[in-house]
């Protein structure tokens, strides 16, 4: 069975930093694209960022560029999501998902799993 299990979302204030995690097992995970989603409440589930390994392929919303890097460890089967200068409006649950093959998407439709989510909540 495939499982993404995110971690290390809190609460912080206005300008600070996070950094998610999310453990992958069942899968080829040097195969697999990563990608992070969020969603705050009454709001449609937005993409955040995307990684993918050889090919390597990195991409990120225009929201979150500048700010927010993704990037992953392969020997641990991990992908990580480092939030820097942290607004309100990116109070939202995150949540990791994962895709077969190389090539990164924007859509949550072309992703395969997905996990239970972690909340951040930044206050101003």
Do not use: H
């Amino acid at each position: 069975q495939v499982q993404l299990a995110e971690s290390g979302g809190g609460l912080v204030q206005a300008g600070g930093s996070l950094r998610l995690s999310c453990a992958a097992s069942g899968l080829t995970f040097s195969s697999s694209t990563m990608g992070w989603f969020r969603q705050a409440p009454g709001k449609e589930r937005e993409f955040v960022a995307a990684n993918s390994w050889n090919p390597g392929n990195t991409v990120y919303a225009e929201s979150v560029k500048g700010r927010f890097t993704i990037s992953r460890d392969n020997a641990k089967n991990t992908v990580y999501l480092q939030m820097n200068s942290l607004k309100p409006e990116d109070t939202a649950v995150y949540y990791c998902a994962a895709r077969r093959g190389p090539s990164t998407r924007r859509s949550g439709n072309e992703y395969d799993n997905w996990g239970q989510g972690t909340q951040v909540t930044v206050s101003s």
